[in-house]
């Protein structure tokens, strides 16, 4: 995996901070990964674009400390700062739409990043199961910005997701159904992404082709 610091878009933040960044990414064991890890997740709650590379970055730092010294330190503080994030996820969607939208980006990043043996973290699939079903309410329907992070993560982690606890995804989709057929208040883009997702899962984690070009010439137009 190339470790350029384009690649990372570590080059938005501060000169001493890139230095920090590119010497984790190198040599993990020499750098403070706690203090790592908080830099990663404060940048990817604030910046969208960020919170979907991050993952990459985590993975290369993760992947560096294994190799040198079998250690999980960094995973370890990422992880508890995902958690204590989780835990006030409420009081952030109040506060702040784009900071929630940007966790759950980010967490939902981390499980696609993230294995152990090629399995996804357990820690992490409940609380994004979590995260997902907090998206498909009817409150949070009505925003547009949080169906699209919803439709965007099952495109990414919902079959990955599924193989792991199925019956969590089955009660998601309830929900999601429900909303398209039955909540008043949809934007139009709104029933279209759910209406998508829906056959998306019903077609074993694809779309036709005929089913591609209707809803992408829609999104488009």
Not at 122 to 139: E, H, K, N, S
Not at 186 to 202: D, G, Q, V
Request: charged fraction near 25%.
């Amino acid at each position: 995996m190339e470790n350029s610091s384009e690649d990372y878009r570590i080059q938005s933040f501060d000169v001493d901070t890139q230095k920090l960044l590119k010497t984790a990414l190198k040599d993990p064991s020499s750098v403070d990964l706690e203090k790592v890890s908080n830099i990663l997740v404060d940048q990817s709650l604030k910046d969208p674009f960020f919170s979907k590379e991050a993952g990459r970055i985590c993975y290369t730092i993760v992947q560096g400390e294994a190799k040198q010294n079998n250690g999980t330190v960094f995973r370890k503080h990422l992880l508890n700062r995902l958690q204590q994030e989780f835990k006030e996820r409420e009081e952030t969607r109040k506060r702040s739409l784009q900071e929630w939208v940007c966790y759950v980006t980010f967490i939902c990043n981390i499980f696609d990043y993230l294995k152990v043996n090629n399995m996804p973290l357990g820690a992490l699939v409940l609380p994004v199961y979590d995260c997902l079903m907090r998206l498909a309410q009817p409150d949070a329907l009505l925003n547009e910005e949080e169906v699209d992070c919803l439709v965007q993560q099952l495109h990414r982690i919902g079959e990955q997701l599924e193989k792991v606890n199925s019956q969590r995804m089955d009660e998601l989709f309830f929900l999601l159904r429900d909303g398209f057929l039955l909540q008043e208040g949809l934007t139009s883009m709104a029933r279209l992404l759910l209406l998508e997702i829906l056959e998306f899962r019903a077609g074993g984690w694809m779309l036709s082709s005929t089913a591609h070009k209707y809803y992408y010439s829609e999104i488009t137009d």
